[in-house]
């Protein structure tokens, strides 16, 4: 934790030098803290001057004053605590005996005879101290425990054993001095938290502002007092109340809702360039076109993004977007906007390239069978380029699209049908996240759940290998009032590999397609369906853009759903056994499926829904693949 802490004060201490003028930030500098303890707090006159005296007695009759004292107490209720004992005249070390090892001296520890006991059952060996007038060491009365305790939330008392009898001792419930490290942390990390966001270009309520600045400074005020001790002192009590006002104060920074419009009409207008593009034998010429689709997926993820609820700054190289960069994305949208260059075209026939990729995306197993994993794989990436393709058709020649043909006919050719009758059967559980309503970025997600307050769950019955195709009016794809789904993540995959893929054919009709696959048939697999805000049509228009849960770098022209309506300014937001199911598949293997791309064809699905107008569709699709629910072995587990 030091570490963090100095890693934050430096940060904080160069960002400050980056704040606009004219906007106000707490100064960091070197805060008090730890200084506000005495220097010899540990010493034996500083803890008899701040204990009551407890006798404790031996088995022999030997008799102790024992002195306790809370040397500071933590945000967190653990209590540093320091003990002395002195043994009545006439005892001494000559009568108790002195065990020396490594130039220690303690009294003798064989049996646990002379120790402190803490925090339930922590043994700690009493010294004899050093602190001890007394030259000869056989001559001493003072002992001691050789550093001081932490003592835990709730513990009552400490315990001493002297000679093997032993004797309950009360802990000080006020502290000797004060302890200001968790509110000078706090003030330090608030501070540079702040001031990074500031520099960074995110704009904050001002009456959150000032609030939070209005207690900075009494917090600082207060330190300042605590170090200068006195009569005007404050107590443990109001170092905690200040760090806790603190840090209301900051977690009710609320950034300004972000000014879409600007940006919003920008992407419009790049997306209606793009849909003509080709029209007429012209194009942008490609570096035109690559500059334009470059700015535009940054600024489509941009209004993507929701309002952030609270300031943060990310350790994981997702920042959350400031007002500077929709400025900053605007300006790079535009430019490129206004160089745009174009050149004639001849636009070359896609129709062989369509029917052959309708031909790939409606190839399934027969019943009871799967499809060996290396040519399925080679199958699906073909299927994606093609995809890319088409979607790029301006720049496609006769030359790129025989070649793809070719490709896709290859790959057809080269799926090899296994039978899965010995394969292993499995469950599939399939859960529904969205994002979850308290966190300060749409990244964090939470489970629907039931009137159980479990999640919500259904089941599909499959095995090792079986090729999975599911129409998006599926029911397993579950309707949540409100929201959308967005992507299709199995076994925890974030969409990196790319595990579920979605597949669209010429006539707009899409299914999601998975390879069953786990490596504990026991425990099964997963499949988390995530949704985002949004029409509660469960089956969204095709061209909506991959969900703000997982953005997704632009490989080719982008087309961004419209973006939401701003923020109101004046509202701000505030932070049972399945049945054998039919096997269609092929053995273990990486299968590379992840939701398509935020790309912008026409009429292919970018996340995971589908127009209402092309479900109908979708039957035919499901038809020719042979795959119905009881082809796919659904069992459902309903909890709502």
């Not at 306790?68 to 043994?87: A, E, K, N, P, W």
């Not at 360039?273 to 334009?292: F, K, V, Y």
């Not at 943060?312 to 300006?331: E, I, K, N, Q, Y």
């Amino acid at each position: 934790m030091p570490l963090a802490r100095s890693r934050l004060a430096t940060a904080a201490l160069a960002l400050a030098l980056l704040v606009p003028v004219g906007v106000a930030a707490p100064a960091i500098g070197t805060l008090p803290g730890a200084s506000t303890v005495a220097a010899g707090a540990h010493d034996f006159a500083f803890v008899k001057a701040h204990a009551q005296a407890q006798k404790a007695e031996g088995e022999d009759g030997h008799v102790a004053d024992i002195y306790v004292s809370t040397i500071s107490t933590d945000s967190m209720g653990l209590r540093t605590v320091m003990v002395y004992g002195q043994f009545r005249l006439p005892t001494d070390s000559s009568e108790i005996k002195v065990e020396t090892i490594d130039s220690t001296d303690y009294l003798p520890r064989e049996n646990s005879a002379n120790v402190l006991t803490h925090n339930g059952a922590i043994t700690t060996p009493l010294i004899w101290s050093t602190e001890d007038p007394a030259t000869d060491k056989w001559s001493r009365r003072l002992f001691q425990i050789a550093d001081p305790i932490t003592v835990r939330r709730g513990e009552k008392a400490l315990s001493i054993t002297l000679e093997g009898k032993t004797t309950e001792l009360t802990i000080p419930a006020e502290a000797a001095t004060l302890n200001t490290d968790d509110l000078a942390q706090a003030i330090t990390e608030h501070a540079a938290t702040y001031e990074h966001n500031i520099s960074a270009g995110m704009k904050i309520c001002k009456d959150t502002v000032d609030a939070y600045l209005a207690q900075d400074a009494a917090a600082r005020a207060l330190l300042a007092r605590a170090t200068g001790g006195g009569a005007d002192a404050p107590s443990q009590a109001d170092v905690e109340n200040a760090r806790k006002a603190l840090n209301e104060a900051f977690g009710g920074l609320a950034p300004e809702p972000y000014d879409r419009a600007p940006l919003a009409a920008a992407v419009a207008e790049a997306n209606s360039l793009l849909d003509a593009n080709g029209a007429d034998g012209m194009r942008l010429t490609p570096a035109s076109r690559d500059a334009i689709v470059s700015a535009l997926g940054v600024g489509a993820d941009l209004l993507s993004r929701e309002d952030p609820a609270h300031i943060a700054v990310s350790a994981h190289g997702d920042p959350l977007p400031t007002h500077r960069d929709f400025d900053t994305a605007l300006a790079a949208l535009r430019a490129a906007l206004d160089a745009k260059a174009y050149e004639k075209h001849t636009a070359a026939s896609t129709a062989p390239l369509t029917a052959a990729l309708d031909r790939a995306i409606r190839r399934v197993p027969a019943a009871g069978k799967g499809f060996e994993a290396t040519g399925r794989n080679a199958l699906m990436d073909a299927i994606d380029d093609a995809r890319k393709l088409l979607d790029d058709a301006a720049y496609a020649t006769d030359e790129s699209i025989a070649a793809m043909v070719r490709r896709l006919d290859d790959a057809l050719a080269g799926l090899v049908e296994t039978d899965l009758a010995d394969a292993a059967a499995f469950v599939i559980t399939v859960r529904y996240q969205r994002p979850m309503t308290t966190a300060p970025t749409a990244m964090i997600h939470e489970y629907f759940t039931g009137p159980d307050s479990a999640p919500i769950e259904e089941a599909i019955a499959v095995r090792e290998g079986q090729e999975i195709r599911l129409r998006l009016d599926d029911p397993i794809i579950k309707t949540f009032p409100g929201y959308r789904p967005v992507s299709f993540h199995y076994n925890s995959d974030d969409s990196t590999l790319r595990f579920v893929r979605v597949l669209t054919d010429s006539t707009g009709a899409s299914v999601i397609a998975l390879r069953a696959t786990t490596a504990n048939p026991e425990a099964g697999a997963s499949l988390d369906i995530r949704y985002a805000p949004g029409d509660a049509d469960a089956h969204p228009d095709p061209e909506a853009p991959a969900a703000p849960t997982d953005p997704v770098k632009p490989e080719g022209p982008v087309k961004p759903e419209a973006p939401a309506k701003p923020a109101d300014p004046a509202a701000p937001k505030a932070p049972t056994a399945p049945a054998d199911p039919a096997a269609q598949g092929a053995a273990p293997a990486r299968t590379d499926a992840s939701p398509a791309p935020a790309a912008r064809p026409a009429k292919t699905l970018a996340s995971t829904g589908a127009h209402a107008q092309t479900v109908v569709g979708l039957s035919a699709v499901v038809a020719l693949a042979g795959i119905g629910l009881s082809g796919i072995g659904l069992a459902k587990r309903r909890r709502s």
